[in-house]
């Protein structure tokens, strides 16, 4: 062996060897045999630690090379450095088992496996994720291919095909359905979404008819459809077309064990025997449970638990009918469904002649049932089930049929029924759906049956593996033809790179003498016969005769016969050899069916049928042929008078192939990983079979051919410039340099080649250059690690040295210290000592000082106290002697006063009765009286005075409203002579003579009740009259009798003169009583005469009582509010005569001026005529830029109207306005305006007109303040409840509101990505740049091309924001409203950032992450500084997941911090992250099992399924209704601007 191969395949190097449970297992190498041996041997250690040695006599008997583990799951199988068998087998299985990736590209490929779990991908975000994206930025998706295959179409305006394939089970017709959804959604518009709706709504029509239950799928697909989905020129869905091939109709009279008829069979019985579609009467099919019919219960698999039947059938029949069939249509379709199944149980029994005959039982409940629903007559359907008419030249001959013959005939009946409705109901949805505009460009998707081997193959399998050998011949030929373009478009010199080509295997099918042509050369013959055709097979190919020496050795490599078997062929396919049985080849390539039963049915008396088979003759036509439908186009006779099933299916795969040649193809492969429908199970042997079938393994054979590996200069020289020699690197000269490296590193030049753009490498070279660079930076990485190992061993000593030297000097300071202290202390102790001596002396001599002063002290202390206790003795005699001399004496004075007092009191009683009789003479004389009442009778005068020209004044207001009501009268009769202009006038003009009236009957009743209260009172006034007299007279007896009965002096003088004081005060206190009362009653007589005369029998100088004064102060109050209420109502009518005539504004105002004089009082509404309504509110639903500067003005305006209508009851204007508002409203809003400002005009006016509405709805809230709850009562509505009207106008604001939060995100989300995630704010972060994908970059840091355009930075997104903010708080909208709108605005920045994470392999990086984290601190900086810090918390998600991109992950230990850290990202969203993290230079992938523990914990942790939606949702987050908050705004303060148009319009009252 060479030294290159030596040094490829070293000790340690993983290889590939075969292994007969996993396909393929990884081995290792030990060594190389020794130099002795003939044969080299190669020494490798298995997985299970056994050794295993291969001979190498040549270098194919290597074994092939394992890809390094940083391309282990790669997304591209093309970009793997070793491309083989085995490395495309690992990474799919890596991907789909590790991962849980169920896509993976191949070049132009996507291969698919079907994980048989339902997974959150496929949601509207994730649509919206992909929408606009190239597919190689983004992770491999069904939505990416349908993205590429309408940006294409866009682009370039060529039509496009998507190509779904794979064998039964493996999920092409989900696949499928998952790019309708796509397309419509993304390519479809709001306003044509009925169009887009149709067109999925064919899908479940097709899935019921045309998919059914087999051993391998559930729902497989049973025919093949090419759906073509139309677009115009602005790219807009108008349309779509279908075509099916190779219906399998032998399914519906038989099917295998396990296996089910087609669903639409099982919906309709399950449906006919349920009682939940009330709507739909099904019992005129007479159908029962799907076990009693024939063709439904031959695989004893009734029911299948992931189908329900009856939901199946309730979405079938919403899909029909919005694709527009009628009742009647539905009734025969099930109809013609029943026929056939009841077709099934007739029983067909054998007479003694060996003759057919309808059993008795069937024949009279299955057979009239099928005749009644197919409209024939039952005899006839019997006769012509077990006869057959022979013609011959001269006569027709009855003949019957055997019972094989008759079941055969019953059985072809029935399929050509189903076959024939099958047809109808594609051209019906065709009608349908077919545009009547011309198409722009179109978008086809084929769904089309994979590779199919089974254990019995039949024409069925025949037809669908020479549809496949088409299909992978022109996939071949296309990926060929892109490989030639990319090497001409680099300049690349080329040579032809061989590849296999099946053109031979198809030659032997569709050539002359090939299988289809002996098939059908067969089928002409007299008596034909599947032993006739496979002799005919067997003599032409295997002897090879008939078509050359050359081709028909060619073709005789295809073609095969087994040893033993005479009935079967074998036909060497490209993806695998097929033995097929020729059991009933020719029967189902004739498709037999007998010509009476084609004019039975024409005859029938359903309209339907016979529309079905109009035209049918021998050779059968359907509608289908009519418009050209490809599959089967007609039933053939007895005589074959038309193509055979094999011709036609050959003529329309030649169209289908002109079809798919004409239009730029994409192609999907769909794999299934196991038999048993397991989840997430991957079969080896399973896998590798469909990878050699689909073409992925022939696309890496092409690819690794020629130049697999391919890199930009750029991205080559910034990855590998590492491995230039020191002092030869030069910046912006990338391509030199990259040349210059591979020259050094590579001297073969055959290894690569130089391109315009491109280096194109040959497969593994790649992996070479990561060998050299990762034992570069080994190598480097062991430089360094030694000087550091060395720089840290220096600084270990020197730090130890320095301790060292630091102990010593330490230690000896000690000592010294320590010699110091001992001297010092020697010395202290001196000082102690004779200190302490000193202070014992001094202590001695102060305890013998205080003990001579205390001495002393005592002594001259007790002589002091002797002294003054004798002076204090003489002191005391003195004063007992002053204070005995002083009462004494006080004693004599109190006998002497006492004395005294009791004559006093003699004297002064006898003055006070003088004095008391004096007053009684006096008080009963009528000068006394007129003196005291002077001053009240002016105040009476006064009073009367008052209440005089208060009457005066009402009588004067009486007289102006008289005067008002005549001048009604003759307004009326000028009115009257107008037409019907001036009825609301007339009308409120009688409201008000109405009420005119209404208050004189009010007004003479209240005067006639004031009469009765004055006699009343007067009748009171006597009884107190005559109450109070007598009370006089008695108080007066009671006084003079106490007076007289006054009892003698005791001995005693002191209590005598006590009581006699006592009884003076009291009698003081009843005087000052009767003095008081007499007051009291004069004021009521007073009162008394200004009301009136008094009555008879009484005196005029009774006093009047308190309660006469009362009431007449209150009918003088009475008075007073009654001219002030018909003054108002005098204001209330002229302002309402001048909204409905300036005229009578004139003829009223004068009076109304010349009787009030204070200044106006505003009600808080403005007045309006109703023919200015229309202009009034269009003035305001539209405002102009200057109105957008006054906020709420128009909401306040607007409801002043409604209170002015209010107030007038006018139930039918009220009506016209709300209407005519929210109308306007519709149409400002159904023209889509852009504009931000006018938007939140609209939203701030309509939520503070609607919480006016609220607010001052008549109901005041038992929350609110006095002055508020005043405000409310003030200006509230009184006479209509306007919720009504209030939920539509909040409707229609809420509306508004999303469409500015639409606008908004229009503004931001094209800023989000290259702001936040693109832009790089650190100077000193490198770019982020794959090291697997180099077709993927970011940018670079040596980049010598700048960008000419000024790039988006996070600088932009705050300008936009503030921006937005401004115009927010300009318009005064609600503080709610705004927080809830920002709250979108970040929930929508942190959604994007992190769906572009999720999507975007490239973007996970640490350096990515710290970009992220800096930038979103500068948004959070900004919300602080804008005081909007709660919306923060949508930027929780994003800053989780930047943290994540920096944290450690690299083991086990690290899953329990990284699921702490993420609390607001799902398990999903973590393990994605980290299986698309693309690790740093001196970083490991994360392992696998790191994010298989992440899901588990996870899941412990939060107790969450699986379903999980991988990406966020960033549409708008729903709002039901504005927030209620109270305004205190008077109303009546609001005036309308001046210069304003409404001026004349609008008045305010």
Not at 1034 to 1039: G, I, K, Y
């Amino acid at each position: 062996m060479s030294k290159d191969i030596n040094s490829v395949y070293s000790s340690g190097t993983r290889v590939w060897i075969p292994d007969a449970s996993d396909v393929w297992s990884q081995a290792e190498v030990v060594r190389w045999s020794d130099l002795g041996e003939d044969t080299p041997r190669l020494y490798l250690k298995l997985q299970d630690e056994m050794e295993l040695s291969l001979a190498i006599s040549d270098e194919e008997d290597l074994p092939l090379l394992v890809n390094p583990d940083i391309l282990m799951g790669e997304n591209d199988l093309t970009q793997l450095s070793y491309l083989h068998e085995p490395a495309v087998l690992h990474n799919l299985r890596t991907r789909f088992l590790d991962l849980q990736q169920i896509y993976t590209y191949c070049g132009i490929v996507l291969v698919s496996i079907n994980p048989y779990h339902s997974l959150p991908i496929y949601s509207r975000e994730m649509m919206r994720g992909y929408h606009g994206l190239d597919k190689m930025e983004v992770e491999p998706h069904l939505f990416a291919i349908a993205e590429d295959a309408l940006r294409m179409s866009s682009r370039w305006s060529r039509n496009q095909s998507i190509i779904v394939s794979g064998e039964s089970g493996a999920g092409k017709t989900v696949s499928a359905k998952f790019i309708l959804r796509y397309l419509t959604v993304v390519s479809g518009s709001e306003v044509e979404a009925q169009v887009e709706r149709k067109v999925l709504a064919s899908n479940p029509i097709m899935e019921s008819l045309g998919n059914a239950k087999t051993t391998r799928n559930d729902n497989s697909s049973r025919f093949g459809r090419y759906l073509q989905v139309q677009f115009d020129v602005n790219h807009k869905i108008i349309g779509s077309s279908m075509r099916t091939y190779l219906l399998e109709k032998s399914r519906v009279v038989s099917h295998g064990n396990q296996e089910r008829n087609y669903h639409i069979f099982y919906q309709l019985c399950t449906a006919a025997i349920e009682t939940k579609l009330p709507k739909m009467d099904l019992t005129y099919l007479h159908l029962d449970a799907p076990s009693t019919f024939h063709y439904l219960n031959q695989g004893n698999a009734i029911t299948v638990g992931s189908i329900d039947d009856l939901s199946d059938f309730s979405t079938l029949c919403e899909a029909l009918q919005l694709l527009g069939m009628t009742d009647q249509q539905l009734r025969d379709v099930w109809a013609v469904l029943a026929a056939i199944l009841h077709l099934g149980n007739v029983r067909v029994e054998a007479d003694e002649c060996d003759n057919s005959f309808i059993a008795a039982a069937s024949c009279d409940s299955h057979m009239s049932i099928a005749s009644e629903l197919l409209g024939v007559g039952q005899s006839e359907l019997q006769k012509w089930l077990c006869n057959k008419l022979i013609v011959t030249v001269s006569e027709s001959i009855l003949t019957p049929l055997t019972p094989v013959q008759a079941v055969s005939a019953r059985d072809g009946l029935a399929k050509h029924l189903y076959d024939h409705l099958f047809n109808w109901v594609v051209y019906t949805i065709n009608t349908k759906l077919s545009s009547h505009a011309p198409s722009h460009t179109f978008i086809g998707v084929l769904d089309i049956y994979g590779f199919e081997v089974f254990q019995v193959n039949s024409f069925e399998q025949f037809c669908i593996n020479y549809a496949n050998e088409k299909l992978q011949q022109q996939f071949n030929l296309h990926v060929f033809k892109l490989e030639q373009e990319e090497y001409v478009r680099e300049g690349i010199d080329w040579s032809v790179i061989s590849f296999h080509d099946n053109q031979p295997c198809i030659d032997l099918i569709e050539s002359k003498r090939g299988v289809l042509d002996l098939l059908d050369e067969t089928c002409k013959l007299p008596k034909s016969s599947d032993e006739v055709f496979i002799q005919k097979l067997y003599q032409e190919h295997l002897k090879g005769t008939s078509s050359g020496k050359g081709e028909g050795q060619e073709q005789k490599r295809y073609f095969g016969k087994p040893r033993t078997a005479m009935d079967q062929f074998i036909i060497y396919h490209s993806s695998d050899k097929v033995c097929y049985t020729v059991w009933s080849f020719v029967e189902k390539n004739q498709d037999r069916v007998i010509p009476q039963h084609l004019a039975m049915l024409r005859a029938s008396q359903s309209l339907f049928l016979c529309e079905l088979f109009k035209g049918t003759g021998s050779g059968g036509d359907t509608c289908s042929q009519k418009k050209g439908f490809f599959g089967r186009k007609g039933a053939k006779g007895k005589s074959l008078a038309g193509p055979s099933v094999g011709a036609q299916f050959k003529d329309s795969l030649k169209e289908l192939m002109a079809t798919l040649n004409s239009t730029n193809p994409h192609y999907i492969r769909c794999i299934k990983p196991n038999d048993e429908k397991l989840p997430f199970k991957f079969d080896p042997h399973k896998g590798v079979q469909q990878l050699r079938a689909c073409g992925v393994l022939e696309t890496i054979k092409i690819s690794a051919a020629g130049y697999p590996s391919r890199w930009t200069y750029t991205d080559f020289f910034n990855r590998y410039r590492l491995l230039l020699p020191k002092g030869c690197l030069r910046l912006g000269e990338d391509k030199a340099m990259s040349e210059k490296l591979l020259h050094l590193l590579v001297g073969d030049g055959s290894k690569y080649c130089f391109g315009k753009t491109k280096i194109f490498f040959r497969a593994g070279q790649v992996a070479y250059f990561e060998k050299l660079r990762s034992e570069k930076l080994h190598r480097s990485s062991v430089m360094i690690q030694k000087h550091v190992k060395g720089w840290l061993q220096r600084r270990s000593y020197i730090r130890f040295r320095g301790s060292l030297i630091a102990v010593q000097s330490l230690i000896r300071g000690w000592l010294v210290r320590h010699q110091v202290e001992t001297l010092r202390k020697h010395r202290a102790a001196i000082i102690i000592q004779s200190w302490y001596k000193g202070s014992k002396t001094h202590s001695w001599f102060r305890k013998l000082k205080m003990g001579v002063e205390c001495m002393q002290n005592h002594i001259r202390g007790h002589l002091g106290r002797m002294s003054y206790k004798s002076a204090l003795m003489t002191a005391k005699a003195i004063l007992i002697q002053r204070h005995v001399r002083g009462w004494l004496a006080r004693r004599r004075y109190q006998n002497d006063a006492r004395k005294i007092v009791v004559a006093q009191s003699a004297v002064r009683r006898w003055l006070a009765v003088r004095e008391l009789k004096r007053l009684k003479i006096e008080s009963k004389s009528v000068d006394h009286y007129k003196n005291l009442n002077i001053g009240l009778e002016r105040k009476i005068i006064e009073l009367q005075q008052k209440l005089t020209l208060q009457n005066n004044i009402n009588n004067e207001m009486k007289l102006q409203l008289v005067s008002s009501q005549e001048d009604l009268s003759s307004l009326k009769k000028e009115l009257e002579k107008e037409k019907r202009k001036q009825e609301k006038t007339e009308a409120c003009l009688r409201d008000l003579r109405k009420e005119v009236e209404v208050m004189r009957e009010t007004h003479m009743k209240e005067k006639e009740a004031w009469s009765q209260e004055k006699d009343q009172l007067l009748e009171e006034l006597n009884a107190l009259k005559d109450q109070s007299r007598t009370e006089t007279t008695q108080d007066l007896d009671r006084v003079r009798q106490s007076l007289l009965a006054g009892s003698p002096a005791e001995e005693d003088g002191y209590y005598s003169s006590r009581h006699s004081e006592a009884e003076n005060a009291e009698l003081l206190q009843e005087l000052t009583e009767l003095k008081e009362k007499h007051k009291k009653l004069i004021n009521e007589f007073i009162a008394l005469q200004t009301n009136g005369a008094a009555p008879e029998g009484s005196h005029g100088n009774i006093p009047p009582t308190p309660s006469l004064i009362e009431a007449l102060q209150s009918e003088v109050a009475r008075l007073t509010d009654e001219n002030l209420i018909l003054r108002e109502q005098l204001e209330e009518l002229t302002t309402s005569f001048a909204a409905e005539s300036p005229r009578l504004l004139n003829m009223i105002s004068p009076s109304s001026d010349r009787s009030s004089t204070r200044e106006p009082k505003y009600l808080g509404m403005y007045s309006f005529k109703p023919e200015d309504i229309a202009q009034i509110i269009h003035y305001f639903v539209s405002p102009s830029k200057s109105q957008v500067g006054l906020p709420s003005l128009p909401a306040h305006v607007i409801f002043m109207c409604i209170r002015f209508i209010d107030h007038w009851k006018n139930e039918a204007l009220m009506d016209e306005f709300m209407e005519a508002l929210i109308k306007n409203i519709q149409q400002i809003t159904a023209k889509g305006s852009k504009d931000l400002e006018q938007l939140a005009s609209w939203v701030s006016n309509i939520s503070r007109l609607c919480q006016n509405m609220r607010q001052f709805s008549g109901k005041i809230d038992a929350e609110s303040s006095p002055r508020m709850a005043k405000l409310q009562n003030d200006l509230g509505l009184h006479h209509f409840d306007l919720t009504v009207h209030r939920n539509v106008l909040e409707k229609k604001g809420v509306a508004i509101y999303l469409e500015m939060v639409r606008q908004v995100y229009q503004k931001v989300e094209p800023l989000i990505v290259p702001g936040l995630l693109d832009s790089n704010p650190l100077s000193g972060l490198p770019a982020l740049q794959s090291p697997l994908n180099p077709k993927r970059t970011f940018g670079s840091l040596f980049s010598s091309q700048p960008s000419k355009e000024k790039p988006i930075t996070v600088d932009n997104i705050q300008e936009e924001l503030t921006s937005i903010i401004g115009v927010l708080r300009q318009s005064c909208i609600d503080p709610f409203i705004t927080s809830h709108l920002m709250t979108q605005v970040f929930h929508l920045i942190s959604g994007v950032l992190i769906n572009h994470l999720l999507l975007r392999k490239d973007s996970c990086h640490w350096t990515k992450g710290i970009q992220i984290s800096y930038n979103i601190s500068q948004l959070e900086e900004w919300c602080h500084d804008n005081r909007l810090g709660a919306v923060t918390m949508q930027l929780k998600p994003i800053k989780e997941a930047a943290k994540l991109l920096q944290l450690r992950k690299a083991s086990k230990n690290d899953v329990d911090s990284i699921l702490d850290l993420c609390g607001h990202l799902s398990s999903l969203q973590i393990q994605k992250l980290l299986s698309t993290y693309t690790p740093g230079d001196y970083e490991g992938k994360v392992p696998t099992s790191v994010i298989r523990l992440i899901g588990e914990k996870h899941k412990q942790r939060s107790g969450k399924g699986s379903d999980q939606e991988l990406l966020i949702n960033t549409g708008v987050l729903p709002l039901s209704s504005f927030p209620y908050a109270v305004t205190d705004v008077d109303f009546r303060t609001i005036t309308l601007p001046e210069g304003q148009r409404l001026d004349k319009m609008l008045i305010k009252i």
